[in-house]
């Protein structure tokens, strides 16, 4: 059962537009959503997140919008750069406590491409 | 934020034989967490490091496999014990002390 998902495995976009990668949830029981870029031999590392009680949340070029209704979450980077061509996962937690505290549960990843 | 470091980066080891990661936290963590990453797969939690107690296990992993330490707030240790070439992964551990958890380099094992 895949509790978060990340339906596009890749996405290719141009320098300088924007890159929207997106990743749906099941469990209502999440309530704090990450996502991390990885690069080939490197750990995940840390990008930018959103709380449950949030809609919006913006760092710099990165903006992560959440719609609680669709359990769909979105990841903007704008503008893109050859730079931010990685894996990227979305990422979920459940802090309401009981044995899920603190857990995360991953989507698949989509690979981004930024063609210079 | 959390800087983590794990020592082996990489190793190859031959069947049936057993390989302890290191993972080390530059600042108190109240979380660490293993987790595994199969080629072309996602991350996968393996287990939640407890400080000074046992630690919690996730569906499909059991200590005899894969044991683990916590003997402080900025160390844990994981065990890949009597390997098989299905063992062959990326094990990554984590930490933090609120809500994000931020990610060692991984340790890249290849069972033989």
């Known amino acids: 059962d895949q509790q978060v998902k990340q339906n596009s495995p890749s996405l290719s976009v141009q320098e300088g537009r924007i890159s929207i990668l997106n990743c749906d949830y099941t469990n209502s029981m999440f309530d704090y959503f990450l996502w991390y870029k990885k690069y080939p031999a490197e750990g995940p590392t840390f990008l930018i997140s959103?709380?449950?009680i949030k809609d919006k949340n913006e760092d710099g070029r990165f903006t992560v919008f959440l719609n609680k209704s669709a359990k769909h979450l979105s990841l903007h980077i704008v503008p893109s750069q050859p730079g931010d061509s990685a894996v990227y996962f979305c990422?979920?937690?459940?802090w309401g406590g009981g044995t899920s505290y603190g857990k995360l549960t991953f989507g698949q990843g989509t690979i981004l491409t930024v063609h210079p | 934020s959390a800087v983590i470091s794990q020592k082996p980066s990489r190793d190859i080891c031959q069947r049936g034989t057993s390989l302890t990661i290191q993972c080390q936290v530059d600042s108190q963590v109240t979380m660490m967490f293993w987790y595994r990453q199969q080629p072309g797969q996602s991350l996968t939690l393996i287990a939640t490091?407890?400080?000074?107690?046992?630690?919690?296990?996730e569906s499909g992993f059991v200590i005899d496999k894969f044991p683990i330490s916590r003997p402080n707030l900025t160390f844990s240790t994981l065990t890949v014990s009597n390997m098989s070439p299905e063992d062959s992964s990326i094990y990554l551990c984590s930490g933090g002390g609120g809500e994000t958890q931020y990610f060692g380099p991984g340790t890249r094992l290849l069972v033989l």
């Open positions: 959103i709380s449950s």
């Open positions: 490091a407890n400080q000074g107690s046992e630690a919690t296990y």
């Open positions: 990422a979920a937690s459940a």
